[in-house]
C-alpha cells in the first residue's frame, strides 16, 4: 500500500501558495486493508475514508467510465491494481494531475509541471469531454491563475457546448463554481473563457440583456476592492430590467443575499445616480424603499456595488456615496420609539417627517460646512 498527496496541494505548493487542504490516493488497499488500518469510510459512491488521526480524505486509486450525460453519469472502479498514473489520467487538467510520494517526490506524467511553469491549462485525455463540470472548473481555474487556455483544450471545451454536455449541467454545480469564479482573483477571465468557449449562454441565457463591456469592468473594480460575492454578482446586472435579474438568479440558484442585492441595484441604480440631487423627502423615500433602515449593512454593500458599475461608465459618484451615507446616519439617529410615544394616532407619518428633517439638517449643516 503506498499514499501519494495528488491534485490541487501539490499544484499550488508548487506555484508557492498557501496549501489549504491535502487529498491522498491510495494504492494497491482494499476497503478491508483501509478499515483495519483504523481508517474510517465516508464514501458514498467510491472508496473514500477519512484518516484515524488528521481526519484527512484518503481515496482509494481507481479509474471511472462513462455511461450517461451529465456529471453523474459515471461508473467508478477502484481496486489494488489501479495505479497512480491510471488516477490521474482521469483528472481534468494536467496541473491537477500532478502527485508527491511519502518521501516527497514529484510524480508527474501528464507535463503539469511544465503547464504550471507556462501558465497553460491544459486537458488530460479526451475524457475531459465526458464531464460538463469541467468546462466551469476551466473558467474557474483562469479567474483564479489567469492563466491561458490551451488551443486543443479550448476546442474540446467548445465541442461540449455544442453536443449538449453543457446543458446537462444542474443548477446547483453551476452556482457553486460561478460563485468561486466571482470570488477568484481574475473574475473577468471566467466570462472571458465562458464566452470563447461559447458556453456563457448557455449557461447563462439572461447574460444577452448584459452590457458586458460596461459589467466586467465593473467586476474588476469590485475584485480590486475585495468586495464581497454579493456586491460582485450585483455589479454584473447594473442596468439591467430586474425581471431579467430574478430569472438569472433563479436560474443559478443564487443566495437570496446574492438576489436582492442585484435586484436592489437593478431598481434602484438610476435613483442612486440622481441622489446628489436628492431633497431631504426624496432620500428617505430611497432609504425606505431600500430597507435600509433595517438593513443598513446591506445599504452599504449596495453602495459599493452601485459605486462600481457607474465608475465602469466613467461616473464619478463621490457626491452621491456622501450624500446618502450622510442621510442614512442622520436619519437613523431618529429615535423612533420616542417619536411613536409622542404620535400614537400617526406613528408612520411622525416617524418618516422626524428622518426628513434630521436629513435635511445634516445636510445643511454639511452644505454650511463647505462655505
Known amino acids: 500500500m503506498k499514499i501519494y498527496v495528488v491534485g ?51 481515496a482509494l486509486a481507481r479509474t471511472e467510465r462513462k455511461t450517461a450525460r451529465g456529471y453523474t453519469g459515471f461508473q467508478f472502479h477502484a481496486a489494488p491494481d489501479v495505479t497512480l498514473e491510471q ?59 489567469d492563466f491561458t487556455v490551451a488551443p486543443e483544450t479550448m476546442a474540446l471545451m467548445r465541442e461540449m457546448a455544442h453536443n449538449g454536455e453543457v446543458d446537462a449541467l444542474v443548477p446547483e454545480r453551476v452556482w457553486q463554481e460561478y460563485a468561486k469564479g466571482l470570488m477568484e482573483t481574475h473574475p473577468v477571465r471566467m466570462f472571458e473563457v465562458l464566452r470563447e468557449c461559447e458556453a456563457l449562454l448557455k449557461v447563462l441565457p439572461e447574460w444577452a440583456a448584459v452590457d458586458e463591456a460596461h459589467a466586467l469592468a465593473a467586476l474588476r473594480l469590485a475584485a480590486d476592492a475585495d468586495a464581497p460575492l454579493a456586491v460582485r454578482y450585483a455589479v454584473l446586472w447594473f442596468g439591467v430590467a430586474p425581471d431579467i435579474v430574478a430569472a438569472a438568479s433563479e436560474r443559478l440558484r443564487a443566495p437570496n443575499e446574492c438576489r436582492d442585492l442585484a435586484l436592489l441595484l437593478a431598481r434602484h441604480g438610476a435613483s442612486l445616480s440622481d441622489a446628489a440631487r436628492f431633497d431631504a423627502a426624496a432620500k428617505v423615500s430611497l432609504l425606505q424603499q431600500t ?48 417619536v ?31 462655505r
Open 87 to 145: 488516477d490521474l489520467a482521469r483528472r481534468d487538467l494536467t496541473i491537477n494531475a500532478l502527485a508527491r510520494d511519502e518521501q516527497g517526490n514529484l510524480i508527474d506524467p501528464y507535463g503539469g509541471l511544465a503547464d504550471l511553469r507556462a501558465g497553460i491549462l491544459r486537458h488530460v485525455s479526451p475524457a475531459f469531454l465526458e464531464d460538463p463540470v469541467r468546462v466551469l472548473r476551466v473558467a474557474r481555474f483562469a479567474a483564479r491563475f
Open 291 to 338: 430597507d435600509a433602515f433595517r438593513r443598513p449593512e446591506r445599504f452599504g454593500q449596495l453602495l459599493q456595488a452601485f459605486a462600481c458599475a457607474a465608475r465602469a461608465r466613467g461616473k464619478s459618484v463621490e457626491r452621491e456615496m456622501a450624500c446618502m451615507d450622510e442621510a442614512l446616519r442622520a436619519a437613523r439617529a431618529v429615535d423612533a420609539g420616542s
Open 340 to 370: 411613536a410615544k409622542a404620535h400614537p394616532d400617526r406613528v408612520p407619518e411622525a416617524v418618516r417627517a422626524a428622518r426628513i428633517a434630521a436629513v435635511e439638517q445634516a445636510a445643511t449643516g454639511s452644505a454650511d460646512g463647505l
Open 8 to 58: 490541487g496541494a501539490v499544484r499550488d505548493e508548487l506555484l508557492g501558495r498557501a496549501v489549504k487542504d491535502r487529498d491522498y490516493v491510495v494504492v494497491g488497499a482494499t476497503p478491508e486493508e483501509m478499515v483495519a488500518r483504523g481508517f474510517k469510510p465516508v464514501g458514498k459512491d467510491f472508496p473514500v475514508f477519512l484518516h484515524p488521526d488528521t481526519a484527512e480524505e484518503h
